[in-house]
């Protein structure tokens, strides 16, 4: 089994940070790419930011660009968002994903995903 858990959500004021974390365990999995989306209530699953497994590379929604950071620890399984300047519009369910994938700014190609974390952004 793999399974993918977030930490880190929680309730912040607009123009605060939180730093989200996903762990991976159980077996490993191939992997090119790990993401982070997120999905508020009654919105489509949107992309928040890319890493790959293997270099720097690194991808952003417009949206978060400038304010949001991904980063991993391969040799931990772990990866991270660190998120400055929150604003109302990002509070959502943060979900982190892993997989192989053509295109790492959609949900589609990603084979494993974690129970989300709710982030709330006061204002």
């Known amino acids: 089994q793999v399974l993918l858990v977030e930490s880190g959500g929680g309730l912040v004021q607009a123009g605060g940070s939180l730093r989200l974390s996903c762990a991976a365990s159980?077996?490993?999995?191939?992997?090119?790419?790990m993401g982070w989306f997120r999905q508020a209530p009654g919105k489509e699953r949107e992309f928040v930011a890319a890493i790959a497994w293997g270099g720097q590379k690194t991808i952003y929604a417009d949206a978060v660009k400038g304010r949001f950071t991904i980063s991993r620890d391969n040799a931990k399984n772990r990866m991270y968002l660190q998120m400055n300047s929150l604003e109302a519009a990002d509070t959502a369910v943060y979900y982190c994903a892993g997989g192989v994938v053509a295109d790492a700014s959609r949900p589609y190609g990603y084979n494993y995903w974690g129970q989300g974390t709710q982030v709330t952004v006061s204002v």
């Open positions: 159980g077996r490993s999995f191939s992997r090119n790419f």
